[in-house]
């Protein structure tokens, strides 16, 4: 994918106009049910992604390949699919037994994406 770099931080901006977006109405209403779904989202989704946009546009070498590929594709739909799920945990805690075991094996390949990352940083990152 060309300009993996670029993706990362659209995306990482796309989930942190809904993380702030929660805010607000958490704000608002004065229901702070949701402030774990509120950081992660800032967290997982802004601050992590930025991270590896930057990461890969200051080492290029980092995105020969599909790697770099898989790497986005796999923390953008484990994000994107806990948060989901967390979502509907917070909201309604009775399904904590039933997706939170989901929302693990979800966040394994969140973490699978990171130590990818990780190979290809040390692997590729060289001035």
């Not at 929660?22 to 402030?35: D, E, P, R, V, Y």
């Not at 037994?97 to 060289?126: C, E, H, Q, S």
């Amino acid at each position: 994918m060309k300009n993996i770099d670029r993706m990362f931080v659209f995306t990482g901006l796309v989930f942190l106009l809904i993380g702030m977006s929660l805010g607000l109405k958490m704000s608002m209403t004065q229901n702070f049910a949701l402030h774990g779904l509120h950081a992660h989202l800032n967290l997982l989704g802004f601050v992590v992604m930025t991270l590896f946009g930057l990461c890969y546009r200051s080492w290029p070498k980092m995105q020969d390949g599909k790697l770099a590929t898989v790497h986005y594709l796999l923390h953008t739909v484990t994000v994107g699919a806990a948060m989901i799920m967390l979502y509907f945990v917070l909201s309604n805690m009775d399904l904590a037994p039933k997706l939170g075991p989901v929302m693990d094996m979800t966040l394994i390949g969140t973490l699978a994406g990171v130590i990818l990352f990780g190979y290809l940083f040390f692997t590729r990152a060289r001035d």
